[in-house]
């Protein structure tokens, strides 16, 4: 199965300001997800990004918070914007049921 | 309401006891995914069941999805600390879809303890 490098692990971020989360797939793939993962809960699913086209965005989720890049098969960002501390969550990114990324932990101050 | 309903919220078990989460849901699970997740890192696939009635093993894990596929459970057999951890189960419900090409829906998880 697909080995997912994501990045950065963990940060610490200023509210207003942005982040880019990056995951690398060691294969191509058609579809890639993101999910969020707030304190004490479990995953939601953000968005869903294929490439070529405009990612599709879960209830809830909206591009301009949280827009997503696809430029290829193995590559894809999320970027959380003008950050809260609401935006206080783990991120991962999946490209399907079997493999997710090691996840990114974002607390923002 | 909470299309996947996991439970329990969290188990404290003694070393050498088994254990049962379970993982039940209100429409059909057409894919039903079991994780591991350590505090504040990434999810570890531990089980895929998809058929009705299948049961999956591995080390001493067990996975079961219901005939109606619509409850799952996982069983843990002589606990020990390494099973400590959050359980996740997340689940594929849409139909014509394999593999989790829709994402996935999840439970809220349960945090077990094991205590030695």
């Known amino acids: 199965s697909a080995v997912i490098s994501q990045k950065p692990s963990r940060d610490i971020c200023q509210r207003g300001t942005s982040l880019t989360i990056q995951c690398q797939v060691d294969?191509?793939?058609?579809?890639m997800f993101w999910y969020r993962q707030q304190p004490g809960q479990s995953l939601t699913l953000i968005a869903t990004?294929?490439?070529?086209?405009?990612?599709?965005?879960e209830s809830g989720f909206v591009i301009d918070k949280f827009p997503i890049s696809r430029p290829n098969l193995t590559f894809s960002t999320l970027t959380v914007s003008n950050m809260s501390p609401e935006d206080s969550s783990i991120y991962l990114c999946?490209?399907?049921?079997?493999?997710f990324g090691s996840g990114t932990r974002l607390t923002v101050v | 309401s909470q299309e996947l309903e996991q439970s329990p919220q969290s188990l404290i078990v003694q070393e050498g006891k088994n254990l049962t989460i379970n993982c039940t849901s209100s429409k059909t699970l057409y894919g039903l995914y079991w994780y591991k997740q350590k505090y504040g890192e990434g999810l570890i696939f531990l089980m895929m069941?998809?058929?009705?009635?299948e049961e999956k093993s591995h080390e001493k894990i067990t996975a079961k999805l219901d005939e109606k596929k619509q409850q799952s459970s996982l069983h843990i057999t002589a606990s020990q600390p390494s099973h400590a951890g959050i359980y996740l189960c997340g689940a594929d419900l849409q139909i014509y879809s394999g593999g989790g090409a829709d994402g996935l829906t999840f439970g809220k998880g349960t945090h077990l303890i094991i205590q030695p």
């Open positions: 294969s191509q793939v058609t579809m």
């Open positions: 999946s490209v399907s049921g079997y493999t």
């Open positions: 069941l998809q058929k009705g009635g």
């Open positions: 990004a294929n490439q070529g086209s405009e990612a599709t965005y």
